[in-house]
């Protein structure tokens, strides 16, 4: 009984610990949108209103008031970004190993990582061609001679790269929303739904963000207080709760079938290899709650997740998760 409130507990805490993540990167979102909104309308409606004035009296270079703004800006939106992706994509990783469909997420926000470090990375580069060598002497009052052919050729690739760019980008945050919004019909919230669709709408990402943020809250308080049930599982063998590893290799772990199947083999999976199980309590699944021991022999673990893979008469396998704590 004491074993099966532990799993219950390392369950439950691995799912609050995820949808945290998720909650953070929700708020980073909202940081990142307040402070591009905030420069967007004190840029544009302050400072370059003042230099286009100013300029009338003696003219001004472009860089002052454009390039370096924007070089400072998008460095630290481009921070803030790749924090907001990694912490998902942390989140959809822990909800993944409970068995909880998020795959789309975690590739998502692997893209939009790689996407904000290429970002990163290129701004400066970018701004600065864009000034040297398609804008060569640019005044808000003289403007300098046309750009040369080579330039507008070199433009019209850097334009075409940064479309290529940004369409990869928006399959990934796409991958995202198909697993916030999976999440949010999980966990019975219309806010993670809704703001999952917002983000990726110009102007309305910013309320998209803050819906994320409230219903993430409200999931991790919905699965703390012990409220939230889980959806009933569709497949035919499927694992109940979270099972526990033995250092001397016993894998004990509760298995629900709706019909009769047997265990055919089980591998406990590690980072470079699998170990292949030298018995099966029970290879027989009799149809409901079947408690099962696989022995893998003794092992030197750390404490920490592991799975099991498990292949059945029927030719499906199941992915079963197991913990191993420092006090077994």
Do not use: C, W
Request: aromatic share 10%; net charge positive.
């Amino acid at each position: 009984m004491a074993s099966a409130v532990k799993s219950s507990v390392n369950f439950n805490q691995i799912e609050v610990e995820s949808l945290s993540r998720l909650k953070t990167s929700a708020f980073l979102g909202i940081l990142g949108s307040v402070i591009v909104a905030v420069y967007s309308i004190t840029y544009y409606l302050v400072f370059l209103p003042n230099a286009l004035v100013q300029g009338q009296v003696q003219p001004l270079p472009i860089t002052r008031f454009l390039i370096i703004p924007n070089i400072v800006v998008d460095l630290i939106a481009g921070v803030i970004q790749l924090l907001v992706f990694y912490h998902a994509r942390q989140g959809f990783k822990g909800l993944s190993s409970l068995n909880i469909p998020t795959k789309n997420g975690i590739t998502g926000a692997t893209i939009l990582m790689i996407f904000a470090i290429v970002g990163l990375l290129g701004v400066v580069p970018s701004l600065i061609f864009l000034q040297s060598v398609a804008l060569p002497s640019l005044t808000f009052v003289r403007p300098g001679p046309p750009p040369s052919p080579s330039s507008l050729i070199l433009l019209g690739i850097l334009a075409i790269a940064l479309l290529i760019f940004a369409i990869v980008g928006f399959v990934g945050l796409v991958l995202v929303i198909i697993s916030e919004y999976s999440l949010g019909t999980r966990y019975g919230e219309g806010f993670i739904k809704l703001g999952s669709i917002l983000q990726v709408i110009p102007f309305l990402n910013f309320i998209g963000y803050i819906l994320l943020y409230l219903g993430f809250s409200n999931s991790v308080n919905k699965v703390r207080s012990g409220t939230f049930q889980a959806p009933q599982q569709s497949q035919p063998v499927y694992q109940v709760g979270l099972g526990t590893l033995s250092p001397s290799g016993v894998a004990r772990f509760t298995l629900y079938s709706v019909r009769s199947v047997s265990i055919t083999s089980a591998s406990l999976g590690l980072l470079n290899q699998q170990v292949v199980a030298q018995s099966i309590s029970t290879s027989n699944l009799n149809p409901g709650t079947n408690v099962i021991e696989v022995n893998f022999g003794p092992l030197q673990l750390m404490a920490g997740s592991y799975y099991v893979d498990l292949t059945l008469s029927d030719g499906t396998s199941v992915r079963v998760y197991v913990v191993l704590s420092s006090s077994s």
